[in-house]
């Protein structure tokens, strides 16, 4: 009787942590998800070419820094499909020639807030490159939302001359 009970309660545990998994993954699947890709290069090397790079086709603009090009930086695409999922195209200027492109987002109040900025390992040559970048985001229920993507640490800062600068700022409707 012993051996069974013992059984019993082993197969309790074990379906109440498979329940307690699942509905873990559920929730996990309700929230907005960022995923992004980003294409590196030199910023002298930049063309009038594309490419494609993680399966997305990056298109490349000659780039001729200025002046006048810091002080209004270039606009970020934002485009919405009709499956609610946000694509996000824009470039980031880096002070490194290695690093990778990581973003935050945030969700609240009907505000989806994206952060991205570039991550460099701990000893880096200092030169300027230029990253493309993809930033997708999936899972966002349908409303209307204030969509801001902000930049953190790349050269075009704003009129402040703070790290973080609003790239894109702007209202949104998900179907």
Do not use: W
Request: charged share 25%.
């Amino acid at each position: 009787m012993k051996a069974s009970s013992t059984s019993f309660a082993f197969f309790a545990l074990l379906c109440s942590g498979l329940l307690l998994a699942a509905c873990d993954s559920a929730s996990d699947a309700q929230k907005p998800q960022l995923r992004i890709a980003s294409q590196q290069t030199s910023s002298a090397a930049v063309g009038d070419s594309a490419t494609t790079a993680s399966g997305d086709t990056v298109v490349y603009r000659g780039v001729d820094p200025s002046d006048e090009i810091y002080e209004n930086p270039p606009p970020v695409a934002v485009d919405v499909a009709d499956d609610g999922r946000l694509h996000i195209g824009g470039f980031f200027f880096a002070f490194t020639l290695s690093a990778k492109l990581e973003g935050e987002i945030d969700r609240g109040d009907n505000t989806v807030q994206i952060d991205i900025r570039a991550v460099a390992p701990e000893s880096y040559p200092r030169m300027p490159r230029l990253f493309f970048y993809d930033a997708y985001v999936t899972d966002l229920p349908p409303g209307t939302y204030e969509l801001r993507v902000t930049h953190e640490g790349d050269i075009f800062q704003n009129d402040k001359k703070e790290r973080v600068t609003t790239m894109v700022q702007k209202t949104i409707e998900v179907q």
